[in-house]
């Protein structure tokens, strides 16, 4: 469903909400709904750079479901390492960029910055009487992909005609968003009808239901058939 239809959609009952109001209750609505639901999944890439830990996480994504290195999953850390190496963190000793691959590597997250470490070869990281065999990134220029949830395609005043109500999300729930709008909108002041915004709440409610149950049976990801004998 177009924006443009959205917001015809939205003033049959509320005829006076500006494009503006919408726009911004349909993105607090397809926001809102993502977050409760998990059901946008979708990829971010980027490549690595040697010596740096640390990767900024996109503002989009809500929350990280694997993470593949050179195209091969790589475990979650539990914990962080006791000693950042990152050779990019500003310090009066700042320790050097790794200079070999053990190719065992794993994810941490750090606030909205996801953390690659790998275990050292042979070279142990040692400050202030503490060691740790965990070592930022060596290479450069491999490809660094995420699995996630995430918010999908924004409303603005420029893409209401080419973007739509949860773009990309799979199944039908652009009527949901729309409950949720109409809802808010017999909130205001100027407008308020408590039996209006039960009625509506109720059925956004029930859409929100619905998709935590087909986001939960329709996990996407990878994988490989794997021959076995019997």
Sequence with gaps: MEGIKALELIRQHHPSMSTGECILLLNEGMKEFCRKTNIYKTSYTQNSIAGQRYYTLDD???????VHFNDVSIPRLI????????EFVSGTNPLPAPASSSNER???????RLGIVEKSTGRVVSRDGKS???????VTDVEIR????????????DNLADNTVLAL????FERTIID????????????????????????Y??????????????????????????
Excluded: H
Excluded at 205 to 220: P, Q, W
């Design 205 to 230: 409610d029930a859409g929100v239901k619905e998709a935590k149950k087909f986001s939960n049976k329709s996990a996407s990801g990878t994988g490989r058939i794997v021959p076995c004998e019997f």
């Design 169 to 172: 999300v799979p199944g039908s």
């Design 79 to 86: 914990g962080m390492p006791q000693i950042d190496d990152d």
């Design 146 to 157: 995420l699995l996630v949830t995430a918010y999908p395609t924004l409303f603005t005043q």
């Design 180 to 203: 949720y709008v109409i809802a808010n909108g017999y909130m205001l002041p100027a407008n308020f009808q408590p039996p209006a915004v039960q009625l509506f709440q109720s059925k």
């Design 60 to 66: 989009n994504i809500l929350d990280i479901q694997t």
């Design 132 to 138: 740790s065999q965990y070592t930022s990134c060596s």
């Design 106 to 112: 794993y994810w941490y997250l750090n606030t909205r």
